[in-house]
């Protein structure tokens, strides 16, 4: 079965640094793998997803994320965060059966 | 932009009553998902439909919790009866086409209490 760990749970970064969240997936095979975003009150939003190709993907609002088989991870970056970066994170992987999230990473930016 | 509508958006309610929570996916979409997220676990699959029929309800307490999609543009998830244990936040997620490896569009959720 598949699965997916964010290590972080809260992050903090000031306004301007850059951004990288951490995704490791565990699937026998290729999969498609998924960044969503969801902010205080609403559901999640697809910031940008993976399914072959060129592994370094281009997102919404300036995300992107890179997927390392190698490694089994899909790691969402950001060269400069903007304060409405604020928001909770999801990594997300499917194979063969509906998305498997994982716990998500919190986001604060500070000024 | 087309959007999966939820209602109510929030519920308070007292343990024992009957609550129906429905969802309105997007138009032209044929799977429908239902989530529940909460601190401790976080978003768990309840149950996945495709073509209005049901394809897996396993993370459901079947006891007390039912699924359906009466048409293409309504599905409902009731809990009866309800327990301070269920208060979460329950999304419904829709998918463009065949594969559960669609992107999923969420709605802005049903916030639950039960007293």
């Known amino acids: 079965a598949q699965s997916v760990t964010q290590p972080d749970i809260h992050i903090t970064v000031s306004e301007g640094a850059s951004l990288e969240l951490r995704c490791n997936y565990s699937?026998?095979?290729?999969?498609?793998l998924f960044w969503y975003v969801q902010s205080p009150g609403q559901g999640l939003q697809l910031l940008l997803k993976?399914?072959?190709?060129?592994?370094l993907v281009q997102g919404i609002k300036g995300f992107e994320a890179e997927f390392k088989r190698s490694q089994s991870s899909f790691n969402l970056r950001k060269p400069s965060v903007h304060w409405s970066d604020a928001a909770e994170y999801f990594c997300?992987?499917?194979?063969?059966?509906?998305?498997?999230f994982g716990k998500g990473t919190r986001l604060s930016v500070i000024a | 932009d087309a959007r999966v509508t939820q209602t109510p958006r929030h519920k308070v309610t007292e343990m024992g009553q009957e609550v129906t929570m429905r969802c309105q996916p997007i138009?032209?979409?044929?799977?429908v998902f239902w989530y529940r997220q909460t601190m401790m676990q976080g978003l768990e699959l309840l149950a996945y439909?495709?073509?209005?029929?049901?394809?897996?309800d396993s993370g459901m307490p079947k006891d007390r919790f039912s699924a359906e999609m009466p048409d293409a543009t309504l599905a409902t998830l009731k809990i009866q009866p309800s327990e301070p244990r269920d208060s979460a936040v329950y999304f419904c997620?829709?998918?463009?086409?065949?594969?559960?490896?669609?992107?999923?569009?969420f709605g802005d959720g049903t916030r639950l209490s039960i007293l």
């Open positions: 997620a829709s998918g463009p086409r065949e594969g559960a490896n669609q992107p999923q569009h």
């Open positions: 699937y026998g095979a290729t999969p498609y």
């Open positions: 993976y399914f072959s190709g060129d592994t």
């Open positions: 997300a992987v499917s194979g063969n059966t509906p998305l498997v």
């Open positions: 138009l032209g979409h044929n799977t």
């Open positions: 439909f495709r073509n209005r029929a049901p394809l897996d």
